[in-house]
């Protein structure tokens, strides 16, 4: 049975949505595309702590506590600019909420758009199971 860790672990996301890319060493590959899905699992699967998403015009990570994480940043870094794709593309950051994150990057996403039910909660319910909690729950907390 899997258990979600109670503290934040980004290897955790990876891991369960990315066994590949875990397994291969090739996290960053996520970073080209499918950002904003890792950010959004990593905020739908621990739900029960205070995570912020973050968007820039060209890349979508998350904040927890005093570190910025996306799939190639495991461990956090203290600064978002030291995230590797904020590096190459900057932008200033924008804090959002899930909504007006779902909305940004149905809009500038460069992978797949409009695919939150279709895709990644139908993934998030099949990975969590008995730990899954409804979007519109989990918005409305």
Request: charged residues 25%.
């Amino acid at each position: 049975m899997l258990i979600v860790p109670n503290d934040f672990d980004a290897n955790f996301i990876s891991s369960l949505f990315y066994p590949d890319d875990f397994r291969n060493d090739t996290l960053s590959r996520i970073n080209g595309g499918e950002c904003y899905d890792w950010a959004y699992y990593a905020v739908r699967t621990f739900y029960h702590l205070p995570l912020e998403l973050y968007s820039t015009y060209a890349h979508a990570y998350i904040k927890y506590e005093d570190r910025f994480y996306d799939s190639a940043a495991p461990d956090g870094v203290f600064d978002w600019r030291e995230l590797n794709t904020n590096r190459w593309w900057g932008g200033d950051p924008e804090l959002q909420s899930l909504n007006e994150f779902m909305d940004y990057w149905n809009e500038h996403g460069g992978g797949r758009k409009h695919h939150w039910d279709s895709l990644l909660e139908n993934n998030l319910m099949k990975a969590l199971g008995f730990d899954y909690l409804p979007r519109d729950r989990q918005i409305a907390a």
